[in-house]
């Protein structure tokens, strides 16, 4: 089982700037070998994915658009973070942490950080 805590939501000017962190709970040594990611949800749409980094560091984004998002990971803290730059009204959204461990084949969720921008 796998405990993921987001922190660095909050409340934003448009063309500002907001780190996002996820820590997941458990030893570092099994946080090395799990693919993580960040999603958002906005109010009455679907859950979209942003950004995915695997365990051998390899990233990719999702269909959006790129540039204004970097993913990142630190084995030694167990946390995936995600830079949002620019921001804009319509990133407003609860934003999600996500691990897959390849351990137990299982997904895990985090309870989502709020963004909102304002315009």
């Known amino acids: 089982q796998v405990q993921l805590v987001e922190s660095g939501g909050g409340l934003v000017q448009a063309g500002g700037s907001l780190t996002l962190s996820c820590v997941a709970s458990?030893?570092?040594?099994?946080?090395?070998?799990?693919?993580l990611g960040w999603f958002r949800q906005a109010q009455g749409k679907e859950r979209e994915f942003l950004a995915g980094i695997e365990w051998t560091k390899q990233v990719y984004y999702g269909n959006f658009e790129q540039g204004r998002f970097t993913i990142s990971r630190d084995n030694a803290k167990s946390t995936v973070s995600l830079e949002m730059n620019s921001l804009k009204p319509e990133d407003t959204a609860v934003y999600y942490c996500?691990?897959?461990?390849?351990?137990?084949?299982?997904?895990?969720w985090g309870d989502g950080t709020l963004v909102t921008v304002s315009s």
């Open positions: 996500y691990v897959y461990s390849w351990a137990d084949g299982k997904d895990y």
């Open positions: 458990g030893d570092r040594d099994t946080f090395v070998g799990y693919n």
